[in-house]
């Protein structure tokens, strides 16, 4: 049974850091293209970064040179280290697996298959 659960979220400044975790069971992360996304009330779930079983990495425009996608294999862990934290980046953060091992559909939600259930990230001042 696979399972995905994130945590490390919470209630941050603007400009202030946060570190997400993805920990996993029943699957083998390194094997996956693992994707973060988030979702704000109204709005589709958009990608934000993910990464392939090579480790190639691909981000959202509206994280690119704030937020970082990796993977520890040792740990079937993969973290979202976000950086600049802006009020914009208010949402639920989710992970999830897409069979796609090289990253097709990188950062589209239904090329995924499991999700996990959420961690919730917001940044207030």
């Known amino acids: 049974q696979v399972q995905l659960v994130e945590s490390g979220g919470g209630l941050v400044q603007p400009g202030g850091s946060l570190r997400l975790s993805c920990a996993a069971s029943g699957v083998t992360l390194r094997d996956y293209t693992i994707g973060w996304f988030r979702q704000t009330p109204g709005i589709e779930r958009e990608g934000v970064s993910c990464i392939n079983s090579v480790g190639g990495t691909a981000d959202a425009d509206s994280v690119k040179g704030r937020f970082t996608i990796s993977r520890d294999n040792g740990k079937n862990t993969v973290y979202l280290q976000m950086n600049s934290l802006e009020f914009e980046d208010t949402a639920v953060y989710y992970c999830?697996?897409?069979?796609?091992?090289?990253?097709?559909?990188?950062?589209?939600?239904?090329?995924?298959?499991?999700w996990g259930q959420g961690t919730q990230v917001t940044v207030s001042s």
């Open positions: 999830a697996t897409n069979p796609n091992r090289y990253g097709g559909g990188c950062l589209i939600p239904t090329a995924y298959d499991y």
